[in-house]
């Protein structure tokens, strides 16, 4: 269990420390190290997290650690996971916010901060794709007929205006009809 819980904690530290972008760039990397590196948990799994996460208040990326780290080491692993994945970003932003003055007209922070936009949208647009394209232990993909066809009512929806959290509990509603509890 100690074991457990010190992996938990050095892969949610790198994620913290390597996630620029917030939360949806940080899929693909969780996705890496729960899924892929640790087998923690199943494609099916991470994306029911994942699902989870973007529905609950708060981050994604700290809604996630919380549930995989429960996942993996009940109560223990949910604080161990959400600790090292806030610990980099308190740090860091503790460090900016006292040198933020000094540094801010500086050309060389300007240029990083430059370069790190695209990196984040990449990385954006890579979890978007790991999550579109994932499949089961079965072979199968997670996205069926009727999922694009609630994504495309929810863009809709979401292009007029529709309130975000009707268009939610609508989708939600529909996942149940549809698939079932």
């Given at each position: ?70 996942e ?17 970003a ?13 540094l ?31 499949h ?46």
């Amino acid at each position: 269990m100690i074991a457990t819980l010190i992996q938990l904690f050095i892969s949610y530290l790198k994620i913290g420390f390597f996630g620029f972008g917030g939360g949806y760039a940080m899929l693909s990397l969780i996705h890496s190290e729960v899924v892929v590196n640790n087998a923690w948990l199943t494609n099916s799994q991470f994306t029911d997290i994942v699902a989870i996460s973007q529905m609950t208040p708060g981050p994604i990326a700290i809604n996630s650690a919380t549930y995989i780290g429960y996942e993996v080491a009940g109560v223990a692993g949910s604080v161990v996971a959400t600790v090292a994945v806030c610990l980099p970003a308190l740090t860091l932003m503790m460090l900016i916010t006292h040198f933020f003055l000094k540094l801010r007209d500086n050309r060389y922070m300007k240029g990083a901060v430059r370069g790190m936009r695209p990196v984040v949208v990449g990385m954006i647009a890579s979890a978007a794709l790991l999550l579109m394209f994932s499949h089961s232990e079965d072979g199968k993909s997670f996205i069926d007929g009727w999922s694009w066809a609630i994504f495309a009512l929810t863009l809709v929806g979401s292009a007029r205006k529709v309130n975000p959290i009707l268009l939610i509990i609508l989708s939600g509603v529909a996942g149940v009809v549809i698939y079932g509890l």
